[in-house]
């Protein structure tokens, strides 16, 4: 299973950007898909995730700006942020939970650098 993110960039604060990751390979299905970021000295830290039933969950502090939603080809997702600010600059990886061969396999994307700042 591969994932294919793209649309991280430079924005000013108070902007927007929106992310979209793609799985591809072989599996049975993604029972889930979302995004963390990490940044330098720190922790990889739950952004966003939607299950394939579309439930999704955010992290307090994107709540209200973030939104993850399923995109019209099947298996991708895309995260539209908007008011983003300094403490949004990060490196945001796509991750998937994807069922291959009855079992559960926890895949990362390459990660996609965001950073905000005028």
């Known amino acids: 299973v591969q994932l294919q993110a793209s649309g991280g960039g430079l924005v000013q604060p108070g902007g927007s950007l929106r992310l979209s990751c793609a799985a591809s390979?072989?599996?049975?299905?993604?029972?889930?898909m979302g995004w963390y970021r990490q940044t330098s000295g720190h922790q990889r830290e739950l952004v966003a995730t939607i299950t394939s039933d579309g439930v999704s969950d955010y992290a307090d502090s994107v709540k209200g700006r973030f939104t993850i939603s399923k995109a019209n080809a099947k298996n991708t997702v895309a995260l539209q942020m908007n008011s983003l600010n300094a403490e949004d600059t990060a490196v945001y990886y796509c991750n998937a939970i994807a069922v291959v061969q009855q079992s559960l396999r926890n895949i990362w994307g390459q990660g996609t650098l965001v950073t905000v700042s005028s």
């Open positions: 390979g072989t599996f049975f299905s993604i029972a889930r």
